[in-house]
């Protein structure tokens, strides 16, 4: 149902994305975890994803990237990192890609680390595998690479294990892993959640950095709209699987059209915000993606719900406003309106 | 605003012993007026929950006081404390893991009043029932179900019910709502705030989240290695800040707004041990302020401002108070 009208920019789209879903098979039945999804993103550009918990962020950012367990999961459409299908491509054929175009840093890196080896050794075994260098040159570009996230006394740090060190410091040795081998496409998933605001700064800047000098291509998953409106260039927002509204980051926040957005938006505490302002919440929580409601998934909590919104789901359609803001509701606000079909 | 109902005095709390032994809460001074919401916030491991749980005793003191509705708890035994701990209730971070996985919900929320000898079984069902209402969970539909049938929200909402079914006085929360998505945590926050007026509660509100502890809180103690840094009322001292360390949070948060551009200071490092902690100033490693003086004598928290105490030898400049001009009377 939902087709996006693919924008025909002459422009270099390294992630093609459509009619992406995944499902996964639970015993509660099955679960669409990644509902219908379309997105490009452009050669050197950040996308960052948005959405509470279970909202299907990790899976669709995975998904892209061929990274899940494929034993209960089924998926259908298409993905694709400089032209190469990732969609129901062989592992052995995903691990060339892992290991030179593309790239992962996660929320938790205690969890990618192997707890009983030193992280140099962890990175010079990626050198190793990945571009065949030699012990030597491999341990020497550890050190090197630790360096360059910002981990002072590089030597000695390369000896320690991964509990040895802070969770700012085990998250950069991660970053040092992401970019070892020179990937063109990086995935963060949630990279400084958990850190200090001191130490997310410090690690934001670092992964800004990197981009830059590279001409790096991101999705940057976050649930913290802070993050992605001082850090990407584009902004999807999720809701139940789906993306419920997508646009150029200063767009979005300059004229959001979906209500979620503004429901997220106006929940956010803020530090610019004078003491005790009254948050106005959504009540309610995300409907169960077992049993999702008919119609626009957000109808049961959504304040401005009419009759047709309970019976037809939205399609992800371009704005009137701006052909790159895309929303998915029958009612958008800020003075949106769908572009007709087909223009 | 009226007379302190909690009052902390060079609070120092140890873990471990001899070498090893850390001074996580390092010498900490403030007072919680009766009514008002005291926010405490850092960085990880900078003390907030030691200090916490300090107040209620759940780590003890090696030194200092803490005096609660007039009364000095620091010396109480355990039983002692336990009848006290009705007045005074914490709430965390976890809401899931906080409540009894194998008790039913109306059960969950009477325990208190079972602990403080409510005999009557018709009078308890009552008081669990409108404390359920009144946290927006319906006694009918969940009394007799189990914390793992509910969501995060709605533990953190029961864990609430909890603490308040017994009228206590003071509540501790700590990063009570840290691990809730943000549409759920500003319903708990509005939550907490109505429930705070309607029972006239004080409240010491610990978090990392600058936001959500502007949100909440009447004024604001920022801590750094086992230490207070800065205390003021929250608008002066998020407008304000006089401590290089609170300026440095807040200029490392971020608003969810492209256009809003943050003073983008980033402090270098990371928060050096408390087992070994720098002489003087703690924050002197990192500060860029930092001056001889700084190493040698540590600061100690003082009146810039009216009701704004800061622990630092040069002060960010305000247009109210010189550098360096004499320090009102603590
Ligand atoms: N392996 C799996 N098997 C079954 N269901 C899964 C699996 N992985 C994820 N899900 C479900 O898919 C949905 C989306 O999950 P996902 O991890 O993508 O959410 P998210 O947006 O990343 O959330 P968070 O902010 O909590 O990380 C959830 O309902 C989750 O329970
Ligand atoms: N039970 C404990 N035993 C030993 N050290 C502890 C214990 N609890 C906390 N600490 C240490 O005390 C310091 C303060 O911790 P905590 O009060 O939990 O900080 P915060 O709540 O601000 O993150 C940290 O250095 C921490 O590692
Ligand atoms: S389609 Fe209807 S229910 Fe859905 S967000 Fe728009 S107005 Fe709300
Ligand atoms: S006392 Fe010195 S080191 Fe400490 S915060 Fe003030 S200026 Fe910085
Ligand atoms: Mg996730
Ligand atoms: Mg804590």
Same mark, same amino acid.
């Given at each position: ?5 693919? %924008? ?35 050669? $050197?550009? @950040? ?6 918990? $279970? @909202? ?9 990237? $061929? ?32 290991? @030179? ?55 000695? %740090? ?23 081998? $020179? ?27 990197? %981009? %830059? ?131 | ?187 708990? =926050? ?17 978090? !990392? ?33 006089? !401590? ?30 408390? =087992?070994?902690?720098?002489?003087? /100033?703690?924050?002197?490693?990192? /500060? ?31 247009? !109210?108070?010189? =550098? ?7």
């Amino acid at each position: 149902m939902t087709t996006v009208t693919t %924008r025909q920019v002459a422009s270099d789209n390294i992630v093609v994305v459509e009619n992406l879903s995944t499902t996964f098979a639970t015993p509660r039945g099955s679960l669409t975890a990644v509902n219908n999804v379309s997105l490009t993103i452009q050669r $050197g550009m @950040s996308l960052g994803i948005v959405g509470e918990s $279970g @909202s299907g962020k990790t899976v669709l950012s995975r998904s892209i990237i $061929g990274l899940l367990p494929p034993s209960n999961m089924t998926q259908t459409g298409s993905a694709t990192i400089n032209g190469n299908q990732i969609i129901g491509v062989a592992h052995k054929e995903l691990l060339k890609l892992w290991g @030179s175009e593309v790239a992962m840093i996660f929320q938790d890196p205690m969890t990618a680390l192997t707890p009983t080896r030193r992280v140099g050794d962890q990175i010079a075994e990626s050198l190793r595998i990945n571009l065949k260098m030699s012990k030597k040159d491999a341990k020497a570009k550890a050190i090197d690479l630790l360096r360059q996230v910002g981990i002072p006394s590089p030597e000695r %740090r390369s000896r320690a294990y991964p509990n040895q060190l802070s969770g700012g410091m085990r998250q950069r040795v991660m970053i040092a892993i992401a970019i070892a081998c $020179g990937p063109e496409f990086l995935v963060a998933d949630e990279p400084t959640t958990g850190l200090d605001v001191t130490v997310q700064a410090q690690v934001l800047d670092l992964i800004s950095e990197l %981009r %830059r000098e590279a001409n790096l291509t991101m999705i940057l998953v976050t649930h913290d709209l802070g993050v992605v409106a001082t850090r990407t260039d584009n902004v999807a927002v999720m809701y139940a699987g789906r993306i419920v509204e997508q646009a150029p980051t200063k767009e979005l926040f300059a004229r959001v059209a979906m209500p979620y957005t503004k429901g997220l938006l106006d929940s956010t505490p803020r530090i610019d915000a004078p003491s005790h302002t009254r948050l106005s919440s959504i009540e309610g929580r995300p409907p169960d993606l077992v049993n999702p409601p008919a119609g626009c998934p957000f109808a049961p909590r959504c304040t401005l719900a009419q009759d047709l919104c309970h019976k037809e789901a939205p399609a992800l359609v371009a704005s009137t406003l701006d052909p790159d803001h895309l929303f998915a509701c029958h009612y958008p606000l800020n003075g949106h309106a769908a572009q007709p079909q087909g223009a | 605003m009226t007379a302190p109902l909690l009052s902390v005095k060079d609070l120092v709390v140890t873990y471990g012993s001899r070498k090893n032994a850390v001074q996580a809460v390092a010498g900490v001074s403030f007072e919680v007026m009766e009514g008002e919401t005291l926010g405490l916030v850092g960085e990880s491991g900078c003390g907030k929950s030691t200090t916490g749980r300090a107040i209620l005793q759940l780590e003890r003191a090696s030194s200092g006081s803490v005096e609660f509705d007039g009364e000095e708890l620091t010396g109480l035994t355990r039983g002692e404390m336990r009848t006290r701990r009705r007045k005074l209730q914490m709430l965390f971070q976890d809401p899931i893991s906080s409540l009894n996985p194998r008790r039913k919900i109306k059960n969950i929320v009477a325990e208190p009043l079972i602990i403080w000898g409510e005999a009557d079984e018709a009078k308890r069902e009552t008081l669990v029932n409108e404390m359920l209402l009144e946290v927006g969970i319906d006694p009918a539909l969940a009394g007799d179900r189990y914390p793992r049938e509910f969501s995060g929200g709605q533990c953190q909402r029961i864990s609430i019910a909890r603490s308040l079914v017994a009228n206590p006085k003071l509540l501790v929360c700590d990063e009570m709502v840290s691990a809730l998505d943000v549409s759920v945590q500003a319903q708990i =926050i509005n939550l907490l705030t109505d429930l705070k007026k309607k029972h006239n509660l004080t409240l010491l509100f610990i978090a !990392h989240d600058l936001a959500v502890v502007k949100n909440v809180s009447d004024r604001v103690a920022v801590m750094y290695l086992g230490r207070l840094c800065e205390l003021g009322p929250s608008d002066d001292l998020y407008a304000h800040p006089l !401590h290089p360390y609170t300026e440095a949070l807040l200029s490392a948060a971020v608003v969810p707004d492209p256009d809003v551009q943050l003073s983008h200071t980033t402090l270098e490092g990371e928060p050096p041990s408390p =087992i070994n902690p720098p002489s003087g /100033c703690r924050f002197r490693t990192r /500060c860029p302020s930092a001056q001889t003086r700084c190493a040698e004598e540590v600061p100690e928290l003082r009146e810039v401002r009216p009701g704004h105490q800061v622990a630092c030898h040069f002060p960010l400049s305000t247009t !109210h108070v010189a =550098i360096g001009e004499s320090p009102n009377a603590q």
